[in-house]
T-cell receptor, first 110, second 117 residues
Framework: SQELEQSPQSLIVQEGKNLTINCTSS?????LYWYKQKYGEGLIFLMM?????EEKSHEKITAKLDEKKQQSSLHITASQPSHAGIYLC??????????FGQGTRLTINP | GAVVSQHPSRVICKSGTSVKIECRSL??????MFWYRQFPKQSLMLMAT?????????EQGVEKDKFLINHASLTLSTLTVTSAHPEDSSFYIC?????????????FGPGTRLTVL
C-alpha cells in the first residue's frame, strides 16, 4: 500500500519567514492533495496536483509536484499567524480513496 | 461552495448507548461520502466509503455492525456508533465528493468529537 512521509513533523517559524513542508510517497502519485487542519476541526482543501512538474499557488502558498511524481512540497512565503495549523498531504488511492501523511504541525511565533 | 457540515460537533454518551452522526453536503450533491477517524496527534484513518443508495465499503479492521453507515440521499450520510465503549472515543470526520473519478476532490466536514463515558 502507498505510504506518505511528511517532513518535518513539526515546525516553528518566526512570523514573516518563509517555510517549506515536504511530502514523499512510496509510490507514484496520481493525485496529491494538500489540506490544512486546525486542532479539533475539519480539513480545509488547499490544492490538488496531478501532473509531474505541476505548480499551483494560492495567496502566499505554493505547492509543487516533482517530475517523477513521488514528492510534493508546500511553500509558504512571509508566514502569518493565520498559517498556523496542521498541514496534511493526501494521495489518491483509486476509487476516490485518500491516504494521508502524518501531518506537519506549524507554529508561527509573532 | 463545497461546504460540508456535521452534526453534532460534540457528543458525550454513556457506555452501551448508540450515537448517530450526520454529514451533509450543503451546496453540492455528494455521490460519495467518506468517514474517517482521527486519534489525538495522529493522521486520519479511513473507516468506510459510501455511495448514495449502496451499501458502504468498510476498510479492513472496521466492524460493520458497530459502525453503521447510511447514505440515503445525495446530500446526507449518517454514521451510527452502536453500543459505544470508551475505546470508541475519537474525532470522527466525514468528507464528500461530487465526482466519480479517482482524483475528484474530497471536501471535509468540521468533525464530531465523541466521548464515551
Amino acid at each position: 500500500s502507498q505510504e506518505l512521509e511528511q517532513s518535518p513533523q513539526s515546525l516553528i517559524v518566526q512570523e514573516g519567514k518563509n517555510l517549506t513542508i515536504n511530502c514523499t510517497s512510496s509510490k507514484t502519485l496520481y493525485g496529491l492533495y494538500w489540506y490544512k487542519q486546525k486542532y479539533g476541526e475539519g480539513l480545509i482543501f488547499l490544492m490538488m496536483l496531478q501532473k509531474g512538474g505541476e505548480e499551483k499557488s494560492h495567496e502566499k502558498i505554493t505547492a509543487k509536484l516533482d517530475e517523477k511524481k513521488q514528492q510534493s512540497s508546500l511553500h509558504i512565503t512571509a508566514s502569518q499567524p493565520s498559517h498556523a495549523g496542521i498541514y496534511l498531504c493526501g494521495a489518491s488511492q483509486g476509487a476516490q480513496k485518500l491516504v494521508f501523511g502524518q501531518g506537519t504541525r506549524l507554529t508561527i511565533n509573532p | 461552495g463545497a461546504v460540508v457540515s456535521q452534526h453534532p460537533s460534540r457528543v458525550i454518551c454513556k457506555s452501551g448507548t448508540s450515537v448517530k452522526i450526520e454529514c451533509r453536503s450543503l451546496d453540492f450533491q455528494a455521490t460519495t461520502m467518506f468517514w474517517y477517524r482521527q486519534f489525538p496527534k495522529q493522521s486520519l484513518m479511513l473507516m468506510a466509503t459510501s455511495n448514495e443508495g449502496s451499501k458502504a465499503t468498510y476498510e479492513q479492521g472496521v466492524e460493520k455492525d458497530k459502525f453503521l453507515i447510511n447514505h440515503a440521499s445525495l446530500t446526507l450520510s449518517t454514521l451510527t456508533v452502536t453500543s459505544a465503549h470508551p475505546e470508541d472515543s475519537s474525532f470522527y470526520i466525514c468528507s464528500a465528493s461530487s465526482g466519480v473519478t479517482s482524483t475528484d476532490t474530497q471536501y471535509f466536514g468540521p468533525g464530531t468529537r465523541l466521548t464515551v463515558l
